[in-house]
């Protein structure tokens, strides 16, 4: 088996914010990023498949396919979006739009694509908040 991994980079801003709790503990627990005008980031996804090579082309996927998948799933409901505004998973405070929210949230829109193409196991997604923070999803291993 072979993993191949796919980047894509898009731009979003959002806010953590627990609509249970009240403001001051939204503040002690979330600090600056309670904020709700919001803050972005360049986030940065990478998609991994795995299988085996087709013997005729050579691919485990079209990365073309892996491209608009990738594009349509995820980067046209997150890129230049504000995530607790603009979106089904996270608007009216669904979820928190963490690093690792917005990681299984990828995975939950891509599996069914990449599922139903067959031949391909979706088997991580991770996000870079920045260079030096991820999330990695594995789909619950």
Request: aromatic share 12%.
């Amino acid at each position: 088996m072979i993993f191949l991994t796919r980047r894509a980079v898009f731009s979003a801003s959002h806010f953590y914010w627990n609509e249970a709790w009240p403001a001051e503990k939204n503040e002690q627990v979330f600090g600056r990023c309670a904020n709700r005008n919001g803050h972005g980031h360049n986030y940065t996804l990478e998609v991994t498949v795995a299988g085996e090579p087709d013997p005729v082309t050579g691919f485990v996927v079209d990365l073309k396919w892996l491209k608009e998948v990738m594009e349509r799933e995820v980067l046209a409901a997150y890129d230049h979006r504000h995530l607790n505004l603009e979106t089904l998973e996270f608007a009216a405070g669904k979820l928190i739009p963490t690093t690792e929210n917005i990681a299984i949230s990828a995975w939950n829109r891509l599996q069914p694509a990449v599922q139903a193409a067959g031949g391909a196991q979706l088997t991580r997604v991770r996000v870079y908040e920045t260079p030096e923070v991820f999330a990695e999803y594995r789909g619950g291993q």
